[in-house]
């Protein structure tokens, strides 16, 4: 296979982020992502904004990344776009260009499960980073999502675990926002975190069954001891922000790490690969780390500009379908809810 030369062009525009990527064979050649800033006075995602930001950048962003690739768009062996899930508006301009350009250049048009990008970002070829072998467990943390996704194969996969209302990436939104901090709040909520002390505050864990999550209950469990210690002290969230911000995230790596060790013991699979936006959190990267020494566990986390909403992993996953033949029709849709 690796004889041919296999360009593919990736699409992402399920969010946020308009994002586009060439891959060569298995290597990634460009990786542009134009984030949208407008969303941030808002304090979340303004899924109208989202998809008139998405009409603007996408032409810039789609010849940005064929010029970065150093080839001519007639190189290019397949479009693969983002089909769902994700906000409909931010869908159907990916998706209505990716076809547009499949049509017009005459070449195969792909559709792709963003979830399953998020997972099979770790097959790209990248230096010093290792593919997770077969059956594997994928973490997927997100402000949008938040899943335990057994993978047994590239494109055999069954969601284990998955969380009942908010995702991970929203409970630090939130909590964020309560306490006063910009969007999205993770980052500096992570920051703080680390120069707190974890153990200051005590926020109740969910009682959730089996591997699902929820995380609506700590948001409210937060902004009840935020109202109840200001009344006390007007200056309280000042005055012990980072070891608020260090309870909080023991809590949420608690939770996290509590269904991993479920998981790994129903499966008996001890490979775990995590993905998405929150995997950029140094407290989910030390557990992770400390689970190798305490469980046996073998961890995978990408290289950064993989995790976040990125079209590389819409570029590999179009690659690997491309090598098993699988195309999309010219009448394929988007789809908000697609499943794994
Ligand atoms: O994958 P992503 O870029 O976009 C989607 O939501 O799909 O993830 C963004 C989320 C936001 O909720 C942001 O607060 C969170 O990831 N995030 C973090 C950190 N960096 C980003 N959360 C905790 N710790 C971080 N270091
Ligand atoms: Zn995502």
Redesign the pocket.
């Known amino acids: 296979m690796s004889s041919q030369n296999i360009y593919i062009l990736g699409i992402e525009s399920s ?1 946020d982020d308009t994002a586009a990527s060439v891959i060569h064979n298995g290597r990634i050649l460009s990786n542009v992502v134009a984030s949208q800033k407008i969303h941030e006075e808002y304090g979340g995602v303004v899924p109208e904004l989202a998809s008139r930001a998405h009409q603007q950048n996408i032409i810039p962003v789609v010849h940005q990344a064929i010029k970065k690739a150093g080839i001519s768009k007639n190189q290019l062996s397949a479009v693969a776009f983002t089909k769902g899930p994700g906000l409909m508006g931010s869908l159907l301009v990916g998706t209505s260009f990716a076809k547009s350009l499949s049509y017009g250049l005459k070449i195969p048009l792909i559709d792709v499960n963003h979830m399953q990008g998020h997972i099979l970002a770790h097959f790209i070829d990248e230096d010093g980073f290792d593919k997770p072998p077969f059956p594997f467990l994928a973490m997927t943390i ?4 938040t899943q335990i996704v057994r993978v047994d194969d590239y494109f055999d996969m069954k969601v284990i675990g998955e969380t009942i209302d908010d995702a991970v ?2 409970a ?2 939130k909590s964020g926002k309560i306490l006063g901090l910009g969007y ?4 500096e ?2 920051k703080r975190a680390q120069l707190g002390n974890p153990k200051e505050f005590k926020f109740t864990k969910p009682k959730v069954d089996g591997l699902n999550f929820s995380f609506s209950g700590l948001k409210t469990a937060i902004l009840y001891f935020v109202q109840r210690e200001t009344k006390a002290n007007p200056n309280f969230v000042e005055e012990h922000l980072n070891d608020i911000c260090a309870s909080i995230q023991y809590t949420i790596i608690g939770i996290l790490i509590d269904k991993l060790k479920l998981a790994t013991k129903q499966t008996g699979i001890k490979h775990i690969a995590i993905g ?3 995997s ?3 407290g989910i990267r030390k557990a992770l780390k400390d689970g190798e020494q305490k469980f046996g566990w073998t961890t995978y986390i990408p290289k950064f500009e993989f ?3 990125n079209a590389a992993m819409i570029a590999i996953v179009g690659y690997l379908k491309f090598l098993e033949g699988d195309f999309a029709d010219q009448d394929v849709s988007a789809s908000a809810r697609l499943k794994i």
Request: aromatic residues 4%.
């Open positions: 969010c997100s402000g949008g999502h990436g929203e630090y939104d999205p709040a993770g980052p909520i992570d998405g936006g929150v950029a959190n140094s995790t976040t909403d």
